[in-house]
């Protein structure tokens, strides 16, 4: 089954005022300019002309094949989100545009990914001269057209950037290595392997793992003979992959009372529950088997939990800042309730934005991601094939995952993290992070 990217932007210089769009349609592995769309469309708002390049980069990606896969790549988080469901359409000029959109090609055929502006320059100068076109009383011609992608913008369709562990980085490689493997073995569909609990903290090397069998017949064909050995995975093999499995500490005092407890507060040991909790974990991950090493936050509810999984497989814990919880400042020790009361303009600029700080000089999401982000890769350097066992808070496992999965960072937020949950990532050679487990507490019960 073919696929294609579909980059498209939008603008509006006075928004509302003269607006255009551009939207192309690339080939994911090459970065080749398949198809080009560009329209002055008169006075609207950014938000419209957006969507207007959403619609024009669908229609020419259906023209070129309607039974294709499109990524759909556009610097538009407001488009991005509402397109994948994640957020309500409120305003009535987006309804139908959006409803539009979604019926030029199945749901199923189609996702969605927010990029950066810097790496949307195609379809934002394609936007550029569909206005300057309407500036002259004209319309854009292709004939005209000086976009196109330069070399490294071309790359990054089909070469892994990033940091490792960022979904970004990888995606474009497992789409190319989808392509091929399509083109390979038509009628085929990876089929994947029940893994049991044992198994989700040491999956097989290939970066998306499972297993593509012989083509399966269709309706009326004769089924073929294997002519080859079934290719394990979607790509080729990476390797053993480095797994962090996430540990979030037992509970404290703070714990049941929901209380902002990070890096800058009492530093509470657990508590009698808590102590329970790591045990209780501690016995789990024995049964399992798979952890080689043990890395600690330093703060104590951490540092005592590590140690009583430690104890139990007979490691050592070594401490690791950069797995700490975030400085809460002044909300340290409060209660949402309370901190809301007391700080509401600092609270409401917290959850809006990742930003912006708590009161009083506390650490914002995006110096915690940078922080973890670098924790992330100088650990994976260090035990490269091997699964790890990080002790942490809520903050810096959800970043991780965050991170693997590609999300945005409003999705810190629509988590939920239990004390002594487990949860896991595996990191393949390719840069390509697969979330394996999310908030495991079935050992507490």
Not at 89 to 104: R, T
Not at 218 to 236: D, F, K, L, R
Not at 281 to 288: I, K, N, Y
Request: include cysteine.
């Amino acid at each position: 089954m073919p696929r294609f990217v579909v980059e498209a932007d939008g603008g509006s210089r006075g928004n509302p005022g003269p607006a255009g769009y551009g939207s192309v349609v690339l080939d994911p592995v090459t970065g080749e300019t398949l198809a080009e769309r560009a329209e002055y469309i008169g006075v609207a708002t950014n938000n419209v002309a957006e969507y207007k390049g959403l619609i024009a980069g669908l229609k020419a990606a259906r023209e070129l094949d309607p039974d294709a896969l499109v990524l759909v790549r556009m610097d538009s988080k407001l488009v991005v989100e509402q397109m994948s469901g994640r957020w309500k359409i409120k305003h009535p000029d987006m309804k139908p545009l959006a409803a539009q959109a979604a019926k030029i090609m199945p749901r199923a055929q189609v996702t969605y990914e927010w990029i950066p502006r810097e790496k949307n320059k195609h379809a934002d100068r394609l936007a550029n001269e569909a206005m300057d076109a309407g500036k002259r009383g004209k319309q854009w011609e292709p004939s005209h057209s000086s976009a196109a992608l330069d070399a490294s913008a071309a790359r990054t369709l089909a070469t892994p950037q990033g940091p490792p562990g960022d979904a970004a980085k990888g995606a474009a490689a497992v789409r190319a290595a989808l392509a091929s493997s399509s083109s390979r073995t038509s009628a085929t569909a990876p089929v994947f392997a029940d893994a049991g609990a044992d198994t989700l903290f040491a999956e097989p090397g290939s970066s998306a793992a499972g297993t593509v069998p012989h083509p399966v017949p269709q309706p009326g064909q004769v089924s073929p003979q294997p002519t080859a050995a079934p290719t394990v995975g979607w790509g080729p093999d990476m390797g053993t992959p480095a797994t962090f499995v996430l540990l979030r500490h037992g509970e404290t005092a703070l714990t049941p009372q929901k209380r902002f407890s990070g890096s800058g507060g009492s530093d509470p040991e657990l508590s009698a529950a808590g102590r329970r909790q790591a045990a209780a974990v501690a016995e789990s991950l024995a049964a399992r088997g798979t952890i080689e090493t043990v890395i600690s936050s330093p703060l104590r509810r951490c540092r005592e939990t590590a140690q009583a999984v430690a104890d139990r497989l007979g490691l050592t814990v070594t401490v690791e800042e950069g797995l700490r919880e975030v400085d809460f400042g002044a909300w340290e020790g409060l209660t949402f309730a309370e901190a809301r009361e007391r700080h509401p303009e600092d609270l409401q600029a917290w959850l809006d934005s990742p930003k912006a700080a708590p009161t009083g000089g506390g650490e914002s999401f995006a110096s915690a991601t940078r922080r973890i982000s670098a924790t992330r890769d100088r650990l994976l350097a260090e035990h490269a094939g091997r699964t790890v066992l990080l002790v942490s808070h809520v903050t810096p496992v959800k970043i991780l995952v965050r991170l693997a999965l590609g999300a945005p960072p409003e999705a810190l937020f629509r988590m939920e993290l239990s004390a002594a949950s487990l949860s896991a990532v595996a990191y393949y050679a390719d840069g390509n992070a697969s979330v394996r487990l999310l908030n495991d507490t079935s050992h507490l019960r």
